[in-house]
């Protein structure tokens, strides 16, 4: 395994790998090279997160967070506040309600180029300490009150949306959130993927009781590009490439890919829960191949 470059992201990569070898955690979990390699291997400063480590509200206290809907056509003036960029200076909207802005929907002016084409109307949004996709044609068109992004539309790129939401809000939202993500959004037939997902939505306190304070999440920059294949009404695979740091960069690694099967259930996309893990050389790229697009960010 390579840890990342500098010597305090290798100290926080060690508290990683000793929740890794600790019960109940489970290297079989995915989630570790989506929430964790993609984070810490590409990511920009350390941040704190407190949301992860402080307690959970008890059941029936405090104030409902309100769902999140989109505004009438062509009224987006109170969703945002001043912009910023991620690590790489890409433009990331700040909107108002913590949990995202959910944007006007209207049908696609055109046919996407190819099924890992971006959506219409993409905009990238700050939300927690991760940048997330919008769009005006492929969703998401609604938020719950308790985090859970609803209305991906069937196709490559609502796929291609919900694959990074579901990910990334698992690895950064506030814990409570994480637990209804998981449930909604989480495709689990077996026993095994059952209790895989336990573990991917059990991470923060696992993280909390190692001592790590939940300060291994990272501002996740957007990705570099993106791969949609084996597209079909009800099945997806969704492949994001993320940036690596400067010591892969000069072994001619360009980014790292992070897999996603998706498949159509209940009316929205769900990622189907992995039981294996793939070796982190075997997620390396070296070179973007003309099925990777990468208008995501541009």
């Known amino acids: ?31 570790l090279s989506v929430a964790l390699l993609s984070v810490i291997a590409f990511g920009a400063g350390w941040v704190f997160f407190h949301q992860r480590t402080a307690p959970a509200a008890a059941p029936g206290t405090g104030p409902a967070a309100p769902a999140v809907t989109a505004p009438p056509a062509g009224d987006t003036g109170q969703l945002f506040g001043v912009a910023t960029v991620d690590a790489a200076g890409r433009r990331l909207e700040v909107p108002v309600n913590p949990m995202g802005a959910v944007l006007p929907q209207r049908p696609a002016t ?4 190819s099924d890992s084409a971006p ?46 939401q579901i990910s990334r809000r698992l690895a950064s939202a506030p814990r409570e959130q994480v637990a209804a993500i998981g ?12 209790e895989v997902a336990q573990e991917m939505v059990a991470i923060p306190d696992d993280l909390a009781s190692s001592g790590g ?16 294949s084996g597209f079909a009404a009800d099945y997806a695979h969704v492949e994001m490439a993320v ?6 960069q000069a072994q001619g690694i360009v980014a ?43």
């Open 110 to 113: 055109r046919a996407p180029a």
């Open 243 to 248: 940036r690596v740091g400067l010591s892969l």
């Open 119 to 164: 959506p219409d109307g993409l905009t990238w949004e700050q939300v927690y300490t991760t940048a997330l996709p919008f769009s005006t044609s492929d969703g998401p068109t609604g938020i719950t009150a308790d985090g859970v992004p609803t209305g991906f539309a069937d196709t490559p790129q609502g796929a291609a949306m919900a694959a990074i």
């Open 256 to 298: 790292m890919r992070a897999p996603f099967d998706m498949v159509w259930r209940d009316g929205t996309w769900k990622w189907a829960v992995p039981t294996t893990q793939a070796s982190p050389d075997s997620l390396y790229l070296r070179s973007f191949d003309p099925t990777w697009s990468q208008g995501w960010w541009q």
């Open 183 to 194: 449930t909604a959004l989480l495709f689990t037939p077996t026993t095994a993927t059952q």
């Open 213 to 228: 304070k939940g300060d291994i999440f990272t501002l996740t920059p957007i990705p570099l590009a993106v791969k949609v």
């Open 1 to 31: 395994m390579t840890y990342p470059d500098s010597d305090e992201a290798r100290s926080r990569w060690q508290q990683v790998q000793s929740v890794r070898s600790s019960a109940p955690y489970k290297t079989t979990t995915m989630m």
